[in-house]
């Protein structure tokens, strides 16, 4: 099989994205490679692709439980035998796991590297007895002293090509500046690697950096916006997650904290919880979210400032995995890098301290920035674009400037007569004429001393990071940066060159989002359908499908299943699992709202093969629900038609009351009429958001068939 085609029938894409195709190649041809690419940019599918093509086993290296189970969870619901091994199971369960393994029934084993190379681990025995094709490293970063996520077990990985010296090996990471890079390569001990750096643009993330005043406030206005979406909300401490996430909940949010020094069983229930939408919004520290494939993060927000671009460029990419338009908001406080200076010192190791703060300084440098906030993040991982993004804070805002000549020069004059030697905050408050005792008294005595009181020091704080973005001063990377003038300078002082600043107050231009024109109504149904799915198959609804393909579904409206297969998703296993579950609301809604099928306005960019349907079979895409509501009425119980035609009760279940809601079948069919007052109180109590809290309330006597059935009567009814 060629690779376009496994990717066709595994994960219903019909091109590559970004270097994959090339990626993927280099590893059939067993070379070791190194991939940078960005969150969200298909690390995963470089060695899920080769591993469906090459014979053997690929055995996954992940620093997170939870990421293995999501990964895995995922493979399985494409028709892909994958499995994890960690400490979460029984004896018994890797017991089953390791025949499986040695009867060649597993294509990728994801692991924890100190199960690999542990003390007392056997295991790296018993994988060389296994036909190893492909050996990925995952978040390999985590490698690097330099990185910002340094995991010390990652670097037991240095004896992997000892052990497994022909096996390719592929490296992946979303986040790595040359020196992480570097790191990466010597200490796996890569051969001869291909080295493949994809675009670093996230496209669909717009980049918001605020001045930190009443955070909450301002995190309160910015979540008005997103009341429906899924969101994580990143803070410096532990102590913080708690404390914002309990006001958070005060307000009506779904939010649970998440840091480090939670119990285990909490961390865990609080994960699943978040990706399976019952907790909205996910309050943590830098301990959540790498690995995390949710795909419809909607928005990110940083209330403190992040350490390094790295760490920030990652978190924020935890949104918009499904390409769809997301946002994130960073809160700004010069006192954040002060209480972050600490952390980037590391004792007895000057070097690694410089870096850190370097690093520190860049963040601090991106969050003062008066320019395109993409260009500088693009730029800062050796990569050019244009100086107008179109979707950041600065290229979205229409600013007022005025003529600032007077206050560049009292700057600049302030920094000379200080002898270049002092920080921001020392210059501010000299100018300020501040009577405070760190003012040494030689500097009160000179003229330029007060010659800015009128001025308050936030706008002074604003009009030096704009005059260092403009180059008329510049910053050090000491330890305890001075400002200093540039060849720039001069000019403004002799009053040869006029300097124009901005106002306090920028007006932001009001752009409309960029959306698809979909069927809203429709695109409600189809999420409530797969939320019904998750549920019965105890994953997370985007494991199901993701936002983007039912977005794909409530825009184009396909017909046929052979329609169906040309909506980004949908391969031959989860067209056959879910196609006519899918199908059957569309068809139905374009029928009721007089609409047809836009799949030809779908830009493809290869032309998809389609299977031909078996002869005699037709269109089944409506067939089915039929079949099922013909042997209905024919007298047959749910059960029984279940297991005459080999489905689960659950899908009959959905089969007829897609037939309640159309008035086909009575309700009473269905469910005994005392019963249905007391089904339809809870649904106008809890709503139809989740069927598990409906069905707690009513307890064991109530079926989520005889549920579903009552809520398509209401829905018929328009009681809902």
Known sequence: MEPLQALQKYFGYSEFRHEQEAIIQHILNKKDVLALMPTGGGKSLCYQLPAVLLDGLTIVISPLIALM????????????????YNSSQSTEEQIQLTTKLRNNQIKLLYLAPERLFGNESKLISFLKSLPVSLIAIDEAHCISHWGHDFRPEYLMLAGLKLEFPNIPVIALTATADKLTKKDILEKLNLKDPAIFVSSFNRANITYKVLPKKNSFNQLLDFLDDHKDDSGIIYCLSRKSTEALAADLKEEGFAAEPYHAGLEHAVKARTQEAFLRDEVKIIVATIAFGMGINKSNVRYVVHVDMPKNIEGYYQETGRAGRDGLPSDTMLLYSPGDANKLKQFAMVEDNPEQSRIMLKKLDDMVHYCQLHACRRQFLLKYFEEDFPPNCGSCDFCLTEFKHFDATLIAQKALSAVTRLKERFGTNYVIDFLRGSKSEKIREEHKQLKTYGIGAGISKIDWFRYIRELTALGYLQVT????????????????????????LVESQATEEQQPAVALPFEAGLLTE????????????????????????LMEMATYLPQTLDELRLISGFGDVKLARYGREFLLPVKYYCTKNNLVSKIKQKVTKR?????????????????????????????????EIAKERNLAVATIEGHLSYYIYNGAIDVLALVKEE???LIKDAIESYGTEKLSPLKEVLGEETSYGEIKAVIAWMRKTGAI
Do not use: C, M, W
Request: glycine share 4%; hydrophobic share 35%.
């Open 526 to 549: 189809l999420k409530n359908i797969r939320r019904d799915i998750a549920l019965h198959e105890n994953l997370p609804a985007y494991i199901i499908l993701s936002d983007a393909t």
């Open 477 to 500: 990377d000491d330890a305890y940066p001075v400002l200093k003038l540039t060849p720039k300078s001069e000019s403004v002082l002799k009053g040869l060159e006029k300097v124009e």
């Open 69 to 84: 189970k999501d990964q895995v969870d995922s493979l399985n619901v494409n028709g892909i035998p994958a499995a994890f």
């Open 607 to 639: 032309e998809r093969k389609v299977k031909t349907a078996r002869a005699g079979n037709g269109n089944r895409s409506s067939d089915t629900a039929f079949e099922s509501f013909t042997l209905f009425k024919s007298g047959k119980a749910v059960t």
């Open 675 to 677: 019963k249905i007052p």
